[in-house]
């Protein structure tokens, strides 16, 4: 068969030059954007009476039956007809005949590929955002309940200063809130119509690009035709947004991979969502977090690799620029079904909230509040109460105790000045609800951090 652009050419294609050059095997995935796009495109030209309301109307028919033929698994696609552009104008004029060829008028496969894809970008970004959504309803139905339960808050991967560990999910929360308002941004940025720039010129054609725009729900159309159908800021838009997403959901990971350790043992992933050893029958692996911490080096890959592909291109449309798709596809691919298992691991998360109190006994969570109760009850300068609590450190240290453990007439051993009261600010209880100021983790604090996001997710416009 020939190919819809042979004019010009002497000889058939080399089948080698069909493998290497073609797309469809993964540009099928813009079926339904082509389509969206040519149905508008044949609606404008009839309006614009570059072809006849009749024809317009033909064309549409042809393009709605091969959707179904493509949703029913009915499509034959064969990749001598390189891409998902050509595949469906090919078939369309199969089916509706001569008048099937008047849909290319004023349009190129430049700015029809740049309006799928852009298409593409757009629709998947609203599907990400809803599932972050969901993600954070779920982290924050366990936050709101956990806001008591305390965990040692952690730098350097050392005990630092109690915690709750509804306040250690809501740096989760506010994390996947910044991953919307990315995606929202990014959505506005990008809402503009690449369609009518044809080949990268514009088109002697009277064609209406504001109808365009209006037809498939964009705020305006581009502005400049050079840079539309060479531009792919959009795609690598949502590349950078999933790759900080799949950071934060990474580090959640990291987490729970930690978490579920005979080290920790502050959660228990439940058995649907872990995996045993081929050899030791008593290992229960967290395979899913794992997974969603290894892929997300796939998806930085995605990133750099479009990164690259634009960084040498002359304007306006060169070839190099199909290579932006499956990389495209992988991320948006990878991110939604990450997006779906860590919900219901994250749903399904058993909190062993002894374990994450008891390890609150270890490594002298409160001596910042010995020292703060020297500070003020005593009026001992800072420098030199962070001195004195050093040494009652070390003191408990010798004894094999927690600093919150001493007794009175121990502390008083290491310096004589300190009183009763100091025994309740070393209450490791006491010492987080102290952090009480705006975005502490004060249990009355972190509650209020809660209704902040409760509040947030209710003003949402979501879908
Ligand atoms: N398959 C091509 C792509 O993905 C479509 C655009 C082709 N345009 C061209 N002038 N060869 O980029």
Known sequence: MQKLWAGRFQEGASSLLDEFNASLLFDRELYKEDIAGSIAHAKMLAKQEIIKESESKEIIRGLESIKTEIDCGEFIFDIADEDIHMAIEKRLIELVGEVGKKLHTARSRNDQVALDFRLYTLNSSKEIRVQLIENIKTLLEIASKNCEVMIPGMTHLQHAQPINFGFHLLAYISMFKRDVERLDSLIERNNYLPLGCAALAGTPYNSDRDFLSKELGFKEPTINCLDTVSDRDFALDILFAISVAMMHISRLSEELILWSSYEFRFVTIDDKYATGSSIMPQKKNPDVPELLR???????????????????????????????????????????????????????LRINKENMERAC?????????????????????????????????????????????????????????????????????????????????????????CEYFKRWLEGLEVG
Do not use: W
């Open 294 to 348: 290894g892929k997300t080096g796939r998806v930085y890959g995605n990133l750099i690799s479009l990164l690259t592909v634009m960084k040498g291109l002359p304007l306006a449309y060169n070839k190099d620029t199909q290579e932006d798709k499956e990389g495209v596809f992988d991320s948006v691919k990878t991110i939604k079904i990450s997006l779906k298992i860590l919900k219901e691991v994250m749903a399904t």
């Open 361 to 449: 006994k270890i490594g002298h969570l409160s001596a910042t509040d010995l020292a703060d109760y020297l500070v003020q009850k005593c009026s001992i300068p800072f420098r030199e109460a962070h001195f004195i609590t050093g040494k009652a450190v070390a003191y408990a240290e010798k004894k094999e105790k927690d600093l919150s453990e001493l007794d009175l007439e121990e502390l008083q051993e290491v310096d004589s000045r300190i009183k009763k009261e100091a025994l309740e600010s070393l209450k490791l209880i006491n010492s987080m609800n102290a952090r009480d100021s705006k975005g502490g983790t004060a249990t009355k604090e972190t509650l209020r951090q």
